[in-house]
């Protein structure tokens, strides 16, 4: 987990209500990634960002949004149009995209909403 | 996107015995990772192999890749109670900048 820092490790929302998941990175990558995990599911791409102010939708975008102002931030936003947002968020980071690159993960978030 | 497809879902051992996970393909890749996720937390990549190799080792894993029969396996040797967790098959398709990841194998490692 070193280099990336997710937080919260858990966090609960209220239906209806948006909630923004934090993504820190001090490893110097160009690329980071948001990704969702259900139980006993592998991971499915929400949003990729290859540069400073740049991010493309990846399979599952749809009730979610993101922003890269900084090149160490990512954080996701998880809206009230995502209509079943419980799941676990990690966030990634690589050097760049391609498929040269090792990915390196956070923590997770456990997201629970009620 | 096509994922890959391990096998099996899930395998238990006993320490000291060696564990084997496949993973099954149906497109052509650039190279496939492995990555193991314990319980509950991120995922830590073990091993890329590309398409041009066909064996790679790291300490006690061992992947191969046959692209003729679009599979890869890992093999973990002499196993412990910490190799305990789920195992990743991470596809990169020809064109994608895109990784797939496939559902996981479960592996339980007894003491």
């Known amino acids: 987990d070193g280099g990336i820092t997710q937080s919260p490790k858990y966090l609960f929302r209220k239906e209806g209500q948006n909630v923004t998941l934090s993504c820190e990175q001090n490893?110097?990558?160009?690329?980071m990634y948001w990704y969702r995990q259900d139980p006993g599911q592998g991971l499915r791409l929400i949003y990729y960002s290859q540069i400073v102010n740049d991010f493309q939708k990846g399979d599952i975008a749809e009730g979610y949004s993101v922003s890269r102002e900084k090149k160490e931030s990512f954080p996701l936003t998880v809206t009230s149009a995502q209509k079943n947002p419980t799941a676990f968020y990690l966030c990634?980071?690589?050097?760049?995209?391609?498929?040269?690159?090792?990915?390196?993960f956070g923590p997770g978030t456990r997201l629970t909403v009620t | 996107s096509q994922q890959g497809e391990e096998d099996p879902q899930a395998l238990s051992i006993q320490e000291g015995e060696n564990a084997t996970m496949n993973c099954s393909y149906k497109t052509s890749i650039n190279n496939l990772q492995w990555y193991r996720q314990n319980s509950g937390r991120g995922l830590v990549h073990l091993i890329l192999i590309r398409s041009n190799e066909r064996e790679k080792h790291s300490g006690r894993l061992r992947v191969t890749l046959d692209t003729s029969k679009k599979s890869s396996s890992l093999l973990i040797t002499a196993s412990r109670a910490a190799d305990t967790a789920s195992y990743f098959c991470v596809l990169n398709q020809g064109g994608s900048e895109k990784l797939v990841f496939g559902k996981g194998t479960k592996l339980t490692v007894n003491p």
């Open positions: 990634a980071s690589s050097p760049k995209t391609g498929s040269s690159y090792e990915q390196y």
């Open positions: 490893l110097n990558h160009d690329a």
